[in-house]
């Protein structure tokens, strides 16, 4: 790991759950030997039925490093986000990062986010910049997920390959700037909004190249609600006057 972070770069590590028992262990164990002991993991629970949350507890107390929230329901990607993200702000974590459960982001990465961060405020793991990919998905989904981004990109002018993806690191400044109390949205929807609040408050984002692979265990949450909402909000964002119309706080990076 990087000797220029010091303790009061201490990072966390955020991954919201539900009905992620088979792929938890294994999630939580690479996380902790990839970070080499210098992250800890937050468990956002949605009450799983399946008893996702009962085993987080578990694993918190094997390792000191594993916190869980849990939440009374399902509300979505967004909310459980929101939630966690909050929970990091307030026990004082200067490096946020946030990755699914699924073990469709490759815990190994962890480190290349935070070395960026240096010179970033948001840093993003990106399926479509060069040296960027996705394992096992079928060529539908790998076009629909192209050409969502592309979408967005066109509406709102916003400078990324990747505006959907999940795998980032945040300084805690940009998520307080951000007033996490105010995003609503779920699913791509939220990944594609807090990115866009980020970019038009100036904040630096520098996109990374990873490897996205299809989970190999439990059923996507993917749904024709979450698609929907994707499609719909560029438009919402390039048509509002957001409270993110503001003078640039940093100096933003050139676009990709």
Not at 21 to 26: A, E, G, H, I, M
Not at 41 to 59: C, F, K, M, R, Y
Not at 247 to 253: C, E, S, W
Request: glycine fraction near 6%; include cysteine.
């Amino acid at each position: 790991m990087n000797s220029q972070f010091n303790a009061k770069d201490r990072w966390m590590v955020v991954v919201p759950t539900y009905n992620e028992r088979d792929n938890l262990p294994l999630l939580c164990q690479r996380v902790l030997e990839c970070t080499v002991g210098m992250a800890h993991l937050l468990i956002v629970d949605d009450n799983s039925p399946d008893g996702t949350g009962q085993l987080a507890d578990e694993l918190a107390h094997r390792h000191p490093q594993v916190h869980v929230l849990h939440r009374q329901r399902k509300e979505g990607l967004g909310r459980a986000y929101v939630a966690g993200f909050q929970q990091a702000l307030e026990m004082g974590y200067e490096l946020i990062a946030q990755m699914d459960a699924d073990l469709s982001h490759d815990p190994a990465d962890l480190p290349r986010l935070l070395q960026v961060t240096h010179e970033a405020d948001l840093v993003l793991g990106s399926r479509y910049v060069p040296g960027g990919d996705v394992s096992n998905w079928s060529r539908h989904r790998f076009w629909l997920s192209f050409f969502a981004n592309q979408y967005v990109r066109l509406i709102t002018r916003l400078p990324l390959r990747d505006a959907t993806g999940g795998y980032r690191m945040w300084r805690r400044e940009l998520l307080e700037a951000i007033q996490l109390a105010s995003v609503h949205s779920n699913g791509y929807a939220f990944q594609i909004e807090m990115a866009y609040r980020a970019h038009r408050m100036g904040f630096r984002i520098r996109e990374i190249p990873i490897v996205f692979t299809e989970r190999r265990a439990g059923k996507s949450k993917l749904s024709r609600r979450v698609i929907w909402e994707a499609m719909w909000l560029p438009w919402k964002l390039s048509f509002s006057r957001m409270d993110t119309d503001k003078p640039p706080i940093r100096n933003p990076l050139p676009p990709v």
